[in-house]
């Protein structure tokens, strides 16, 4: 069980793919600067991509030959983003419109093809689907919080209902998108920062501690001897 | 007069990364010194301008008749795809220097969004209006057209990429906070850039 | 290599499955499209459905080729019958501030009269700094409720007593346009009549007089409006319907601030251009924008090639009263 938690953790936060890894950066920027909506739509897009793409290629790793992976694992992620276009279309047209070139270009997008690279191929069914699915909610959160922070500055909006009555234009543009993403991810990583150095000085003090007490008992021995 | 449009929407108007943002994987990992930028840059705009050379018949003339457009993804990367495998074999073959500055880059173009992107432009999804601001409203884009704005659009790309690598060439010598260090300060940077550039959506056509 | 060995290859195994992958996707793909696929019609009544709150209607094209879609600025480029509503929809263009502005009005009608006005959307807009983000949802409203018969909108346009200040007006006054001449024209399709062209709407109409010299029309001109301000024109037009004489008198043309460069002195020489010219080269004009007079200042272009299209029209009206004439 640990080792899904693991996966997990990994695929939110320590090795999140928007902030960690700064993955995916074109629907990212696209997205957050249309606002919470679209890019919320983005993310799920991309997480059912990815799930279902690292679930069939982690299945078929053992009969797909090494040498023609790469193409195959386009074809499939070809085949599923068109699958989750057409059902869009049909069912969801509103977001369709709003997700416009950036839900064909979830293709090139290089978490997904990242993850059956690094991950997939080498994984279990399962691990993989639990892989797919983390970094899916990392991409879907980080992409979700950006968007929020933009949507209210760019149009005092918060997914899409109106709550103050100002508008900073650049933040519904790429300028805006540019410099709420770049900050999110110095904030980021700063946090990771401070809470790995805390739990350092904790691990630290724990085994100076033990330290202590090994010498002292040592010394214990000594002054015994 | 519409020649003189095309190039300013491609380049300025309408500019791959700051307008549109695709291809921001390249503009924020290759752009670290000038010459890599520059490499990348002709890079993308040779593929751009080939891809939609060839895949602009394909959709017009193989999948609408065929009623199979709902295929386009697959065909046109397998389309990229094949044509950055060729021409890098090419490139090694004729002229080894070439490849050595330029070639490096080119197994990196596959997965990037604005090569995709260019060729989406002309696929009949959107019109000529929606692209160009008043070159020829509601007239499909032909060929010709077509292939010189996806050329443009490369160059647009290239401009931009220079621009940011000078900067990031600049920002080095700078001490910046450490959580800003790297991709932040970049992005920051790139901020302005993108702020420049939303003067020429005045343009007026 | 035997062809046994081959069979059991690597490159055989590649081949095998990158076909095996692309034939499965390809035949999965056609599957799902036969069942998901979204045709032309129904992505139309999806986008006329917005009109109507996401109702389901039906809708009938019709054909407009043969009429006159010129109507009080505005260009009509295509209409729609709504079957189960008996409205029409209307699609209507008019230049702007950057480019065309298009809108979708849909148009209530009681046989052949017209009630009211549904709805108006904004359909595109070719200006890329975005104006028209200024302009709210009530006012789009105000065209359904202040819609009186026979009156004009003027929301965009200043020192009209409706005039409102959005910081839009010149994509406001070219949506006014829009449906102005979409109401107009519908008006005249519904009772199957013609349209008559009309350039008399910045023609102040109380000022301006004419003389009847032998088979030539001298007019003198004013038109109305602040921005640009009112202009005094001498015109004549004569038997062929041809421009003899263009001579702007007063200039309402603004002086640019910033630069200091004044249009009016800038226009006045080029007013010679117009000479010789016949309706359908102003009409031509009026459409592009581009036409022999090149001042920057495109608005004053528009009151002058109003003013030649409004003496040109007027001039069957003077010679043969009879006929013409409301």
């Not at chain 1, 797909?64 to 068109?82: D, E, F, H």
């Not at chain 3, 109409?205 to 003389?211: A, P």
């Not at chain 3, 010789?276 to 009409?283: H, N, R």
């Not at chain 3, 003496?311 to 069957?316: C, I, K, V």
Request: charged content about 15%.
């Amino acid at each position: 069980m640990n080792k899904y938690k693991k996966i997990t953790l990994d695929g939110i936060i320590f090795s999140n793919p928007t902030f960690m890894l700064v993955l995916g950066t074109c629907p990212t920027l696209a997205m957050i600067s249309k606002g919470a909506i679209s890019a919320a739509g983005m993310g799920l897009c991309v997480l059912v991509v990815l799930t279902l793409s690292n679930i069939i290629i982690s299945a078929l790793r053992k009969v797909i030959p090494n040498q023609v992976r790469i193409p195959c694992y386009i074809v499939i992620i070809a085949t599923l983003v068109t699958l989750v276009q057409m059902v869009l279309e049909k069912f969801l047209p509103d977001l369709y419109d709003s997700l416009g070139t950036f839900l064909a270009l979830i293709v090139v997008n290089c978490i997904v093809l990242g993850r059956a690279e690094a991950f997939a191929n080498k994984h279990t069914v399962l691990e993989s689907a639990t892989d797919g699915i983390a970094n899916g909610l990392g991409f879907t959160l980080a992409l979700t919080l950006m968007g929020i922070v933009c949507e209210f500055f760019g149009s005092g909006a918060l997914f899409g209902f109106k709550i103050m009555d100002f508008k900073i234009k650049m933040f519904s543009s790429p300028a805006g998108a540019f410099i709420i993403y770049g900050l999110s991810i110095a904030l980021f990583t700063y946090i990771i920062d401070v809470t790995q150095r805390a739990r350092r000085v904790k691990v630290n003090r724990f085994t100076r501690k033990n330290l202590l007490n090994e010498r002292n008992s040592a010394d214990g021995t000594e002054v015994k001897a | 007069m519409n020649f003189v449009l095309l190039v300013l929407s491609a380049v300025l108007t309408n500019n791959f990364i700051t307008v549109k943002t695709y291809g921001i994987c390249p503009f924020l990992g290759v752009s670290k010194n000038t010459k890599s930028a520059v490499g990348m840059g002709v890079a993308v705009t040779i593929v751009m301008a080939l891809a939609t050379l060839v895949t602009y018949p394909i959709y017009k003339f193989i999948m609408t008749p065929l009623n199979i457009t709902f295929l386009w993804i697959i065909f046109f990367i397998f389309v990229i795809a094949a044509l950055v495998q060729m021409l890098e074999a090419i490139i090694r073959k004729v002229s080894p220097s070439l490849y050595n500055t330029m070639g490096v880059y080119l197994p990196l173009i596959t997965t990037n969004c604005a090569v995709l992107g260019v060729t989406q432009l002309f696929n009949g999804v959107t019109e000529l209006g929606a692209i160009v601001n008043g070159v020829t409203e509601g007239v499909w884009l032909n060929l010709g057209w077509a292939v010189l704005y996806s050329l443009f659009a490369g160059v647009g790309f290239t401009l931009v990429m220079i621009i940011m690598s000078g900067m990031r060439e600049k920002l080095n010598c700078c001490k910046v906070s450490k959580s800003l260090e790297g991709f932040p300060i970049s992005m920051i940077a790139a901020a302005f850039i993108c702020m420049a550039f939303m003067v020429f959506a005045q343009i007026k056509v | 290599m035997t062809v046994k060995q081959f069979f059991k290859s690597t490159a055989f195994k590649c081949i095998a499955v990158l076909t095996g992958v692309l034939l499965t996707s390809g035949i999965l793909l056609a599957i799902a499209f036969g069942f998901l696929e979204v045709t032309d019609e129904e992505r139309f009544n999806r986008k006329i459905g917005v009109m109507y709150g996401g109702e389901t209607v039906t809708s009938q094209a019709q054909d407009i080729s043969d009429k006159n879609v010129k109507v009080k600025g505005a260009t009509i480029e295509a209409l729609w019958l709504i079957t189960n509503k008996s409205d029409y929809l209307v699609q209507a263009s008019s230049r702007g501030n950057g480019g065309d502005v298009t809108c979708w009005i849909t148009i209530n009608m009681n046989g052949t009269a017209v009630t009211g006005i549904g709805k108006v959307l904004l359909y595109s807009v070719d200006d890329p700094a975005e104006f028209k983000d200024n302009i709210g949802n009530d006012i789009y409203e105000k065209f359904h409720t202040e819609y009186v018969e026979g009156k004009d909108f003027s929301y965009g346009t200043k020192g009209t007593e409706d005039y409102i200040n959005t910081g839009a007006s010149y994509t406001l006054s070219a949506v006014c346009n829009n449906v102005n001449g979409a109401v107009e024209f519908v008006k005249a399709y519904a009772s199957g009549g013609e349209i008559v062209k009309d350039f008399s709407k910045n023609i102040d109409k109380e000022k301006t007089s004419w003389e009847i010299d032998g088979e030539t029309v001298i007019y003198d001109i004013y038109t109305t409006g602040e921005e640009p301000g009112p202009f005094h024109f001498t015109i004549k037009v004569d038997a062929s319907g041809t421009l003899t004489e263009y001579i702007i008198l007063t200039n309402g043309s603004s002086t640019e601030e910033e630069s200091g460069e004044d249009y009016g002195s800038l226009m006045s020489p080029q007013a010679v251009n117009l000479k010789g010219k016949t309706l359908v080269d102003i009409e031509s004009y009026l459409d592009n924008a581009d036409g022999v007079l090149i001042t920057g200042a495109t608005r004053s272009n528009q009151r002058c090639y109003e003013a030649a299209a409004y003496a040109l029209t007027e001039y069957d009206r003077i010679m043969n009263p009879d006929k013409g004439g409301e």
